[in-house]
């Protein structure tokens, strides 16, 4: 493929390790799920508590960016545009720390309590 001639972007990239990346992330994937359908006993509660804990601070820190725009009397406003300017990173951090939580939730519903 020639369409990029002087470029080492992506596709060159994935056309020369891209059988080695897939493999890495299945090795990773079968490793992460192993370790969440072992889990049982003191293990799994420590792990609850983390994720409920996560599931805490990321709503705190959406609570905390929303909080300015609660006070002027919008309720039913969503996104990152809604929220003043300097609190845009907590607001874009709480959420991510909050869909990380929920997929650590998740993966918790494969193991066995």
Known sequence: ?????????????????????????????????????????ARWIWVFVASFALLIV?????????FPVY???RFFTFGVK???EHLREFYRWGWRV???DVVLALCLL???P
Do not use: E
């Open 1 to 41: 493929m020639d369409t990029h001639r002087q470029s080492n972007g992506l596709q060159t990239f994935l056309g020369h390790w891209g059988f080695l990346l897939a493999a890495v992330v299945a090795i990773l994937a079968s490793q992460v799920l192993m370790f969440f359908t072992r889990l049982t006993g």
């Open 58 to 66: 990321g709503g705190c820190l959406i609570g905390y960016s929303k």
């Open 71 to 73: 006070r002027s009397g």
């Open 82 to 84: 809604s929220v003043p």
């Open 98 to 100: 909050f869909l990380f």
């Open 110 to 112: 494969l193991s066995r």
